[in-house]
T-cell receptor, first 114, second 117 residues
Framework: SAVISQKPSRDICQRGTSLTIQCQVDSQVTMMFWYRQQPGQSLTLIATANQGSEATYESGFVIDKFPISRPNLTFSTLTVSNMSPEDSSIYLCSEGGYTAGEQFFGPGTRLTVL | AQKITQTQPGMFVQEKEAVTLDCTYDTSDQSYGLFWYKQPSSGEMIFLIY??????QNATEGRYSLNFQKARKSANLVISASQLGDSAMYFCAMREGLTGGSYIPTFGRGTSLIVHP
C-alpha cells in the first residue's frame, strides 16, 4: 500500500495570501489527484496531475487559482492562490493509477482563511 | 444524476452490534471499482475496503465486509461488532472505466456513524 504524506497538516492564513501544499508518495505513481472537502461536504476533485504534463482541471477549478506542479513520479504541490474565506477546506491528495484496486489518500491539509 | 448515492445522512449503533451503511451506484461501464473510506474528525481518509465489478466474492477486511449486489447496483458496507472508534464519516466511492479510462473516483455524500457505549 502507498504511504502518502502532506505538508502542512493545517494552517491559518490571511485573505489574499497563497499557500502551497506538498504531497509526497513513498512509491512512484502515474497519476495524483487533488481534492477539496468543504466543511460538512463530500470530496470534490480539483485536478489530476500527471508527471511531465499540465494538470487537468475539473469544471469550476482553474489553474490561476489552483496551480499544480508535478516534477516527478513521487511528488506534487497544490497552491491555493489569493485566498478567501470560501477556500477554507480540507485539501487532500491521492494517488491513482491505471489498474483497479486500492486508492490511498494523504492525511489532508486543514486550511482556515480569515 | 448522482453516480453514488448514500441515503443515510446519519446512523446510530450500539457498541458490539453490527451496522449496515447503504450505497447505491449508477454506471454503464462493465468494469468499475467500489470503495469505502472512513473519515474521523481528524480529516484523514482511511481506505477500508475495495470491490471490483468482476469479483465474484464479496470483499472482506477484518470487521468490514462489502455486500455487493451487482444487479441492484448496491455496495453496502457492513461493520460487525461496532467499536467506539468506528464513530466517523463513511464515504462510498466508485471508479469507472477501468479498461482504459481515467480512473477518477466519484464520492457519495457520506454517512455519519455514531457508536453508543
Amino acid at each position: 500500500s502507498a504511504v502518502i504524506s502532506q505538508k502542512p497538516s493545517r494552517d491559518i492564513c490571511q485573505r489574499g495570501t497563497s499557500l502551497t501544499i506538498q504531497c509526497q508518495v513513498d512509491s512512484q505513481v502515474t497519476m495524483m489527484f487533488w481534492y477539496r472537502q468543504q466543511p460538512g461536504q463530500s470530496l470534490t476533485l480539483i485536478a489530476t496531475a500527471n508527471q511531465g504534463s499540465e494538470a487537468t482541471y475539473e469544471s469550476g477549478f482553474v489553474i490561476d487559482k489552483f496551480p499544480i506542479s508535478r516534477p516527478n513520479l513521487t511528488f506534487s504541490t497544490l497552491t491555493v492562490s489569493n485566498m478567501s474565506p470560501e477556500d477554507s477546506s480540507i485539501y487532500l491528495c491521492s494517488e491513482g493509477g491505471y489498474t483497479a484496486g486500492e486508492q490511498f489518500f494523504g492525511p489532508g491539509t486543514r486550511l482556515t482563511v480569515l | 444524476a448522482q453516480k453514488i448515492t448514500q441515503t443515510q445522512p446519519g446512523m446510530f449503533v450500539q457498541e458490539k452490534e453490527a451496522v449496515t451503511l447503504d450505497c447505491t451506484y449508477d454506471t454503464s461501464d462493465q468494469s468499475y471499482g467500489l470503495f469505502w473510506y472512513k473519515q474521523p474528525s481528524s480529516g484523514e481518509m482511511i481506505f477500508l475496503i475495495y470491490q471490483g465489478s468482476y469479483d465474484e466474492q464479496n470483499a472482506t477486511e477484518g470487521r468490514y465486509s462489502l455486500n455487493f449486489q451487482k444487479a441492484r447496483k448496491s455496495a453496502n458496507l457492513v461493520i460487525s461488532a461496532s467499536q467506539l472508534g468506528d464513530s466517523a464519516m463513511y464515504f462510498c466511492a466508485m471508479r469507472e472505466g477501468l479498461t482504459g479510462g481515467s480512473y477518477i473516483p466519484t464520492f457519495g455524500r457520506g454517512t455519519s456513524l455514531i457508536v453508543h457505549p
